[in-house]
Each structure stands twice: as structure tokens, then as C-alpha cells.
């Protein structure tokens, strides 16, 4: 078969639309320069007095702008010069700019964006017009009567050209707030198209770079067609999509496929066998491994078990991991790789390690001595405490000088902008210093004043403020009402262009009052509270010591949520204790969440809003007495920023990836006096890529690390899971929702910075990336306080949706290039929460946001026997994860669960479910945590056939061995007396990460005790007909 692919047009274009965009758009910026340029031979009054009398509250004040910016003819001529040169120029241009937007942009949503702001452009225009008709006819009044009546009256004793003259005025100010309103965001808008295009049409374009050299072209496979056999399964292909998702922006009629030639098979099971397509080279196999996640917890007891189920280990064929799982399992795959560092000469710079599947990291071995002196392997030294202390308040200082900077920058335009504009008087938001007013007992100036009264002025609105707002709000009701009554007795439901109108008119009323209302009275008002507590200055001095407690605060309360660990009494059935734990037989575990952690985190993120809006009040009222410098740095110095720094590089995730390298990525190695120990890897010189660092090796299972990508799309996610499986493997990387692109491919199109978490040490970070800013199933309250803080973990890598789309298309200056840096970006999408499944780049974490066992994934593998580890930490009485798994095994892949009700029943890993040792009243404490069994067999019930070993028929039953972190009567004697102790063993807290050698030891030990107990179980199948739910 050919190994190139031809290269598929993106869609067609027509040509002249473009150019018609692009001469609108040049000629725009031309009469917009001609205008600004002033001729000498044209005449208009200076841009401060036409902006004023846009906004002239009365006749008499619209008089005197007049008389001081010349006379009515003049400001007559200037409206003449507006409407011929000034409108039609930035109409044209924002319409060719929001054109060019619809037409090569690349998202369908984006394109959305630009119509919509095509769309509003003749609205402005329209504004635009008719202020300057009612203003052309204001000045007609005053040129018939420049100085106005003699003896000014009120109400209807005012001439009738007087009220007519502010009635006219009135009108004028309407538009123009209205004007003012969407110009600034609609020219924001064109802007940053206008540069988006440009750069993509200057840059070389991304390409998806095959790392197979027989290939000119990636290869693009569709997951789904090969499932059914419409597609012919190519070699290796670069890329595989999964099945398309709509999405709510787009019309159905575009996901709509025209006629197929035959009927396509729409059974559950045609769902459930494209779900768990595998990419080339992962066949069904006998026996499959997977470890849960849990921190230090799960490695240290997974380390155990694996010592102690060495015999079944060897003969697997995958060991899927998880977050603490994957500690242990990269830590096997690292010591048994032969893979090695080379040189530019391609000579090797270290030798293989010496360690063989049947002994690394086997008991008393030289790893596993490594790790037991590491297991604090965040911080245990003064330096290294230090160095984590550095890491996180770096990370808290770029994002905190960002998020500072971009409010900086916000309260200068503000500034500039209410200083031209009228809406509001900046200076009524500076102190002011009360003036003498002689009365009857103090005529004169006292000799002896005493100190000057200072006060705020206090708020006063733009006088024909609420109109314009109302009255929008007012014709959206309106229209939406009216059409309703006409639409009674219709059978259809309202078009959509109504709903969008609806929405835009009442967006426009927004925007209207949030710079005539909100953003004035929220500057006022942090002006009245600086002025209140004593320290409203120019200095800003009250402002600097709020920003040290905002950052102090948030330094504590994100540590506070993140590491804190609250103890928990449980009854044996789940309830909580009561106080004090009194009464009854309580379990007791440590927690990592608690509705205290709920108060601190909102606390800390109102704390952070009230900082940003006084930083943005503070530079809106006194930025204009900046120095020049700084007036010209910030805003020069925001974009530039934005796009140079790597958020990712500044967050938590290279230390801890760091840091875990240098506990469990070790060799076994002769050292240099001949002696044999563990060698830790270089972590600078020796990056260990997922190719092929983490490709099997001979005598061992495959290590497939599973992660989990965040995604917005609910037809995307599982129900109640706002994130998708992910997967990092040498083969290739992704998942079923997300697609998959092979791992040697994908580091070869990766930019450098990039391809550094594409690596074994990164994915094992990635895997156990527990603290970030979207966990999935997991989802808490600290999600937006971690982002904020640059206190997170998990990274940004390449999308294999957007990869397999630049593969089709490529090399195509209208898509967007895969980046260089994750810019500030991709950190507001954390807080906000906002994220697309097209975009360049997905946000991996831990693999337990989506299901923290691993045994979803490895069921899509298809194994006949599975051995699953749980130190996930459930809160008793019930495995909880487990249940969960199971559910998700059959929403997702049809897969049925099914458990013994004989000797092995499910109920006997209940804490308290064992029988009593002896002596009863001693052992009370004990024997409330002790369960009947730490091992329970199951039946593994597929939808279909699997052939499992090609010398075995094909079959859709297997065994699943579940073995529970849980203490049994029958431990060894040292961890009866660990647990008697440590009332919280093996619950403790996820978030404890400094294990120390007792715990290590404690967690090891009850790690083997539990592997043996599975040895003993036989993997062949029983008749079972209890179901686990």
C-alpha cells in the first residue's frame, strides 16, 4: 500500500470577496489617515470640542464649547467632513477587517464572531449618522441664537427653540453613547484579526512532520472507519481521528453526511467497538495490569504488590498506570529501558542499566532503597525546601505581575479614555480641598483656619445615562414580546436570527451601561474607600500594601487548601462520627477537602477581584499624571509578555516533575569504586522521551500512562466527567475522544519547548498532576485559586484533533500554528474554565479526574485476566472507585462487571466485615478497620468475541482480580502494631507527599501482603451471579 496521502483542500474561497475586503479595508485606513491628517485646506474645530459637544448636558454648556472651539459653522463643517471621510473610513475598514474575518479564519466559532461584529458594524455607523444629524440641527439653534436667551427660564416658560435645542442635544448624547459603546470593542476585534491573518500569512506554517521517512505526507486514519471496515487499515498511520462531535455553534445541517451508499450499522455494539479501538500494534492479550492513583500512597503499595505478583507481571501484556501508580510503573520502565542518552556522534554517554524484569526493583534491592531514602521526594533538605519555596513564588509572581499588569493597563486606557470622553469627571475622584464660604458668624478668613477640610465629591452620573440603557432594554422586550404574539398560533418554534437579535440588542444595553454606570461608579467607589481609610493618593500607597496582603493571602490560602490535611471519623457505615468520635467504633482517614478549604478559596478569589478593580480605579484617576515611561511601557510591555512567556514553565509542573525524577527515575548501575547502585538519571542532559525511553521491553509489559485531557464539549465527555481519557505510551498518545498521533511523529512536530513534556519523567508528572486547574470527575473549589496562583499542576500538549487536521490541510497559512509557548492564553482558559476540543493544544492532568483505577483503559485493551491495584483512598465502607469504574466500563465500552457472592463476596472488603481477633477488648480499634478479604475475583463480560491469543478461540468472558488497600486479620505482625499507631493507615491523605521511611516502609509492606493474597486467587472462572451495584 502507498505510504502518501494527498493533501485535501481546506475549503474553497472565491477570490474577490477577499479583495473586496481587502480594497475596504485599505481605504478605510486611508480616509481614516486623510481625515486625521488635516489639510490645510480643510477646516473642523479640534477633536476635544467635537467630542465634547457630543456629549453636552445642556444648551448652555453646548453654547460655550461652541463659542471656545470657534463658531457653529465650523463644528457644521467638521460634521460634514466626518460624514464624508471619517465615518465611511472606519465603517469600511471595520467591515473589511470583520470580512476577512468571516472568510479565513479558520474556527467555524471565530467566523461566528466576525459575522456577528460585521453585523453591528452598520449599527455604529448608523449611531454615528444620526448623532451628527441631531447635532447639525443643535447648531442650527445656536447659530440663530449664540448667546441664548437673556433671562433664563425653566420648565415651559423656556422658549420652544431653547427646548428644542436640548431636546436635540439629548438625542445626540443617546447615539453617541451608543457609539462609543461597540466602537471600542469592535475596532479591539479588528485589530487583533487583522494581526492574527497577517502574521499567519508572513510565518511559515505548522506542518505535522511523519517520523516514518518512506512518508512525504502524514497519514490521517478515522478510528471509526476502520472499526466497521470502510476504511482500509493503513501502516502506522501518523494520525487517527475519533468519530466527530457537533457542536452547539455550528448548523446541524453542516455535521449532516449526505446519503451513504449503504446504511450504516447504528447498533450500541458498532458504538462500543469504535470506543475501544486500539492504534496498531496493541492486540488483545491475556493478561493485563493496572495500578490506581493515590499519591506516595499507591506507589509505595504498588511497589509492594508488583514484588509480590512478579511471576503474573512477566507474563502481561500492558501495565496501565495512574497518577501514584505511575510513579512505580515509570520507575520499572526507566530501570529496564536500553535506551540511552546519546552524543552528536551518536555514541552513548551512559550504559544500559543492569537491572533485568525478574529483579528490579524487587525487595532489598538498590531502586528500591533509592526510593525509600526519596519518598519525601518534594522537599526534605533545607535546599530543597528552599528550591520549593522558590518554585512556588515564582509562579505566584508571574501570574500575579500579569494579572496586575493587564489591570494596569486597563485602568490607562480608562483613563485616557473619560478624559476625552465626558461620561464621566475624573477629577471628582481625587480628594478635594473644601473652599471658604463666609456666613453671618464667620464673614472673613480666619486669621488661625486650622488644617483644610478634604472631601470626595460624591457620585454623579452622566446626567442621560439610564436612557439609552432602558431604552434598549425596553425594544428587546419589545421585539421579543411582539414576535411572540405573532408566532401564537405558529406550530415552529421562533427562528434564531430572533434570538439573536434579542441577545445582541441586550448586549448592546450592557455595554452601554458598563462605561456610562458600572465603570464609573465601581472607579468612585474604590476612590471613596481610599479616601475614607486615609491613603487615597497618588502614591499609591494604600494600593501597594493591599497587593502585598492580596498576595500574601493567596500564598497562604492556596497552600492551606491544597496541603492541608483533615482528619475524618467515619462510622462503619460511612456516616460521620459524632463529636469527638464518642460513642461508637469510628474509622478515621485523612481527607484532602473540607467546606472550611470551600470558605478559604472564595475568601482568597474575592480578595484577588477586590485588588484587580482597585488597581484598575487607581490607574484610571491618575495614570495621566504618570511619567512618560511608564505611560509607554506597560502597554507596550503586556502583548509582549503575553506571547514570550510559557505559562506551563512558571507553574508547578516542571518542579514536580523534577522533583519525582529524582526519586524514581534510577539505573542500576556499577559505580565508579565497582560497586552496584541505583544511579539516578541526569534530569538535565537526559530528558528520557516517550520514544523510546518508554517502549517495552522484552520480558515486560507495556507501560501505558493514562492521564486525562480537559474538554468543554459535553458530547465529548462522559456524563458528569468534564474531562476525557489520555493516554502517553511509545507507541502513541491520546484517546478515544481526542484522537491519537503517534508518539515518535508527535515529538518530531512538537517545538522544543513543548517536546519537554513529552517525555517518561513528564508523563508520570502528567498522570499524577492531582492539583490543577480542571479535574474532571474530581472538580473542586480550588480549580480557580490554583490557577490564579500559577499553583498547579498537569501541562499543555498537542491535540491529536487539531494535529490530524493540520496533517489533511497542511501546510495551510489560514490554520493557526501549533505554538511555540503556552502564552497567557492558555492560563485565563484555566480560569475560566474554557476548554475547546479543536484548539492547539489540550490541558492534561491526573488520569483520576477521569477514572482513578485505570481499569477503563485497560479494558479497552481487551486482556482476559486483569489484576487492578486500588490504593485509591475510598471513603469507607464502600470501594467507591471501583463502583465507579464499573459504571463507566459500561457506559463506555459495554462491558459488564460481575463479582462472586460465595466466599469471595464484595461486601468482605467492608472495614469491620472480618471476623474479631482476640483478645476482643484490646483489639476493639483494630478489629472496627478490619475487612474479611483485601482480594475479590470477578467476571469480565465483553460485547463481543475477543480473541485473546491467537492459539485460543475467541471469547467474551474474563477475570478481573480486585485487589483493595484494606487491613485483614491476617497481616504480618509489624503492620498490626504500624496500624494500631496510625489510625489513619492506609487512608491516609493524598496530599501527605512526605512519606517518611516508617510510612514507606508501612505502605510497602501492606503492598506485598496484598500481592500475595492475589497470588493465591486463581485467575479461571467461577460461575458468579452477583453484580456489583
Not at 464667620?442 to 432602558?470: D, K, M, Q, R
Request: glycine share 8%; net charge positive; charged share 20%.
Amino acid at each position: 500500500m502507498s505510504n502518501a496521502q494527498a493533501q485535501l483542500k481546506l475549503r474553497k474561497i472565491s477570490p474577490w470577496p477577499v479583495w473586496l475586503c481587502l480594497v475596504g479595508l485599505t481605504a478605510g485606513l486611508f480616509m481614516i489617515l486623510w481625515y486625521g491628517a488635516d489639510p490645510p485646506f480643510r477646516a473642523r474645530p479640534s477633536g476635544d470640542g467635537e467630542l465634547l459637544l457630543q456629549f453636552a448636558e445642556t444648551a448652555k454648556g453646548a453654547r460655550v464649547i461652541v463659542r471656545d472651539g470657534g463658531e457653529s459653522k465650523l463644528f457644521q463643517d467638521g460634521l460634514v467632513l466626518d460624514w464624508r471621510w471619517f465615518i465611511p473610513g472606519y465603517g469600511a475598514a471595520l467591515a473589511g477587517a470583520f470580512g476577512l474575518g468571516h472568510l479565513l479564519l479558520y474556527r467555524k466559532s471565530t467566523r461566528l464572531w466576525a459575522r456577528r461584529a460585521l453585523i453591528l458594524t452598520p449599527v455604529v455607523v448608523a449611531a454615528d449618522c444620526v448623532e451628527n444629524i441631531f447635532l447639525w440641527k443643535a447648531l442650527d439653534r445656536i447659530k440663530t441664537d449664540p448667546n441664548g436667551p437673556v433671562l433664563p427660564r425653566v420648565g415651559v416658560l423656556r422658549p420652544a427653540t431653547e427646548r428644542d435645542l436640548e431636546r436635540n442635544l439629548q438625542w445626540a448624547t443617546y447615539f453617541a453613547q451608543l457609539k462609543w459603546a461597540l466602537v471600542v470593542p469592535l475596532v479591539a476585534a479588528a485589530v487583533l484579526i487583522v494581526v492574527t491573518l497577517y502574521c499567519r500569512r508572513v510565518l511559515e506554517p505548522s506542518l505535522v512532520r511523519s517520523a516514518r521517512k518512506d512518508r512525504p505526507r502524514p497519514v490521517v486514519a478515522h478510528a471509526h472507519r476502520i472499526t466497521d471496515g470502510t476504511e482500509s487499515r493503513w501502516s502506522d498511520p501518523d494520525v487517527i481521528l475519533p468519530p466527530a462531535a457537533p457542536h452547539d455553534w455550528e448548523p446541524r445541517p453542516e455535521w449532516t453526511a449526505t446519503h451513504p451508499a449503504k446504511a450504516p450499522k447504528a447498533s450500541a455494539v458498532t458504538r462500543w467497538r469504535t470506543r475501544a479501538y486500539q492504534p496498531p500494534g496493541r492486540h488483545p492479550a491475556e493478561v493485563g495490569f493496572c495500578v490506581s492513583g493515590g499519591g506516595i500512597r499507591s506507589a509505595s503499595i504498588t511497589l509492594g504488590a508488583l514484588q509480590a505478583l512478579r511471576g503474573q507481571l512477566l507474563k502481561a501484556r500492558y501495565l496501565v498506570s495512574v497518577s501514584g501508580g505511575g510513579y512505580t510503573a515509570g520507575a520499572l520502565q526507566l530501570a529496564l529501558t536500553d535506551a540511552q542518552l546519546r552524543d552528536t556522534d551518536g555514541n552513548p554517554s551512559v550504559r544500559p542499566g543492569l537491572a533485568e524484569p525478574a529483579d528490579a526493583f524487587a525487595s532489598g534491592s538498590p531502586e528500591e532503597d533509592h526510593i525509600r531514602r526519596h519518598a519525601k521526594y518534594l522537599a526534605d533538605t533545607p535546599k530543597e525546601k528552599l528550591n520549593a519555596a522558590g518554585a512556588v513564588l515564582r509562579g505566584m509572581a508571574v501570574s500575579f505581575g500579569m494579572l496586575a499588569l493587564v489591570f494596569a493597563v486597563a485602568g490607562q486606557f480608562l483613563n485616557a479614555f473619560y478624559s476625552r470622553l465626558p461620561l464621566t469627571d475624573l477629577h471628582r475622584f481625587t480628594p478635594q480641598t473644601k473652599m471658604f464660604e463666609p456666613t453671618c458668624e464667620t464673614p472673613e478668613i480666619p486669621e488661625c483656619p486650622g488644617p483644610a477640610e478634604v472631601f470626595l465629591p460624591s457620585l454623579e452620573l452622566y446626567p442621560n445615562a439610564w436612557h439609552p440603557v432602558l431604552a434598549l432594554l425596553g425594544l428587546a422586550g419589545l421585539v421579543s414580546m411582539g414576535l411572540a404574539f405573532a408566532r401564537a398560533g405558529k406550530t415552529k418554534s421562533r427562528p434564531a436570527w430572533l434570538q439573536s437579535t434579542v441577545n445582541a440588542i441586550v448586549a448592546m444595553a450592557l455595554a452601554v451601561a458598563l462605561i456610562s454606570i458600572i465603570l464609573p461608579a465601581v472607579i468612585w467607589f474604590f476612590a471613596w474607600l481610599a479616601h475614607e481609610q486615609g491613603v487615597g493618593d497618588n502614591a499609591g500607597r494604600g494600593l501597594s500594601m493591599l497587593a502585598a496582603l492580596t498576595a500574601a493571602a493567596t500564598a497562604l490560602g492556596t497552600w492551606f487548601t491544597a496541603v492541608h490535611k483533615t482528619v475524618k471519623k467515619l462510622k462503619p457505615d460511612g456516616e460521620k462520627a459524632g463529636l469527638f468520635g464518642k460513642g461508637n467504633t469510628s474509622l478515621v482517614m485523612q481527607v484532602g477537602g473540607s467546606w472550611v478549604k470551600a470558605v478559604v478559596c472564595w475568601l482568597v478569589l474575592l480578595l484577588v477581584a477586590f485588588f484587580c478593580l482597585a488597581l484598575m480605579s487607581w490607574a484610571a484617576v491618575y495614570a495621566g499624571g504618570w511619567p512618560a515611561g511608564w505611560k509607554w511601557t506597560l502597554p507596550i510591555a503586556l502583548p509582549v509578555l503575553a506571547l514570550a512567556i510559557d505559562q506551563t514553565t512558571f507553574s508547578l509542573h516542571p518542579f514536580y516533575r523534577q522533583r519525582l525524577a529524582s526519586a524514581f527515575s534510577v539505573r542500576r548501575a556499577v559505580l565508579k569504586d565497582g560497586s552496584v547502585g541505583a544511579l539516578p538519571y541526569d534530569y538535565n542532559n537526559e530528558p528520557t522521551p516517550l520514544h523510546p525511553y518508554a517502549q517495552q521491553v522484552k520480558g515486560f509489559p507495556q507501560v501505558i500512562f493514562a492521564a486525562s485531557a480537559a474538554v468543554s464539549l459535553r458530547n465529548r465527555t462522559a456524563p458528569g466527567r468534564p474531562a476525557v481519557p489520555f493516554t502517553f505510551a511509545s507507541d502513541y498518545c491520546g484517546g478515544p475522544d481526542t484522537g491519537w498521533v503517534r508518539t515518535d511523529t508527535l515529538q518530531k512536530t512538537a517545538p522544543a519547548l513543548i517536546r519537554r513534556d513529552l517525555t517518561v519523567q513528564s508523563a508520570v508528572a502528567v498522570s499524577g498532576a492531582a492539583f490543577a486547574s480542571a479535574m474532571g470527575t474530581q472538580t473542586m473549589f480550588m480549580e480557580r485559586l490554583l490557577a490564579l496562583s500559577n499553583m498547579r499542576l498537569g501541562t499543555w500538549v498537542p491535540n491529536p484533533l487539531y494535529l490530524a487536521e493540520l496533517a489533511k490541510y497542511g501546510p495551510n497559512r489560514i490554520m493557526p500554528r501549533l505554538p511555540r509557548v503556552r502564552r497567557l492564553r492558555y492560563q485565563l482558559q484555566e480560569l475560566v474554565g474554557w476548554y475547546p476540543d479543536t484548539t492547539p493544544l489540550l490541558l492534561c492532568t491526573d488520569g483520576g479526574h477521569f477514572e482513578n483505577l485505570g481499569l477503563v483503559e485497560m479494558l479497552r485493551l481487551r486482556c482476559r485476566t486483569i489484576y487492578v491495584i486500588d490504593a485509591s483512598g475510598d471513603t469507607p465502607p464502600l470501594a467507591t472507585t471501583l463502583a465507579q469504574a464499573v459504571t463507566l466500563a459500561y457506559e463506555d465500552l459495554g462491558v459488564t462487571i460481575t463479582f462472586e457472592e460465595r466466599d469471595q463476596n464484595l461486601l468482605g472488603l467492608v472495614p469491620g466485615s472480618a471476623k474479631p481477633l482476640s483478645p476482643e477488648a484490646p483489639m476493639a480499634a483494630l478489629n472496627a478497620r478490619f475487612s474479611a478479604t483485601c482480594v475479590v475475583r470477578g467476571t469480565i463480560e465483553y460485547p463481543e468475541p475477543v480473541m485473546f491469543s491467537p492459539d485460543k478461540p475467541a471469547d467474551t468472558k474474563g477475570t478481573i482480580i480486585f485487589v483493595k488497600a484494606s487491613l485483614t486479620p491476617d497481616m504480618p505482625y509489624e503492620l498490626l502494631s504500624y496500624a494500631l499507631r496510625e489510625k489513619a493507615f492506609p487512608r491516609q491523605a493524598t496530599a501527605d507527599q512526605w512519606f517518611d521511611h516508617a510510612q514507606f516502609d508501612a505502605y510497602r509492606a501492606l503492598g506485598h501482603h496484598l500481592g500475595t493474597e492475589a497470588g493465591k486467587v486463581h485467575p479461571g472462572r467461577r460461575r458468579g451471579v452477583g453484580r456489583l451495584g
